[in-house]
Nanobody, 124 residues
């Protein structure tokens, strides 16, 4: 059964950068679309980015376009989320998510496997 392990969260000042990593274990990651979801304090979980199995298709929600970049290295079963120009509204728990069904979904309900999450805090 696929398992997802996130790393790379932390605390940064506005304008800073972080790079999140997601390691897929037990099952080769190239069988899955992989993405990232987040949950801000007091809010529901939202899907924010996705990448297709072969890496050819990517998707982002509007608020992160131009600031975040998703990529994957299937040889290493790892997906990355490069986050630049972070703002306080990016604060939250970030989850790596996977889907064996959808090509590159953004809606949180379409993801069927979730990691444990890694915390990101952006404040002055």
């Amino acid at each position: 059964q696929l398992q997802l392990v996130e790393s790379g969260g932390g605390s940064v000042q506005p304008g800073g950068s972080l790079r999140l990593s997601c390691l897929a274990t037990e099952v080769p990651s190239d069988r899955y679309a992989i993405g990232w979801a987040r949950q801000a304090p007091g809010k529901e979980r939202e899907g924010i980015s996705c990448i297709s199995k072969d890496g050819e298709h990517t998707g982002y929600i509007e608020s992160i376009k131009g600031r975040f970049t998703i990529s994957r290295d299937n040889a290493k079963n790892t997906v990355f989320l490069q986050m630049d120009n972070l703002v306080p509204e990016d604060t939250g728990v970030y989850y790596c998510v996977a889907s064996a069904t959808w090509v590159c979904p953004l809606q949180a309900w379409r993801w069927d496997t979730w990691g444990q999450g890694t915390r990101v805090s952006v404040s002055a």
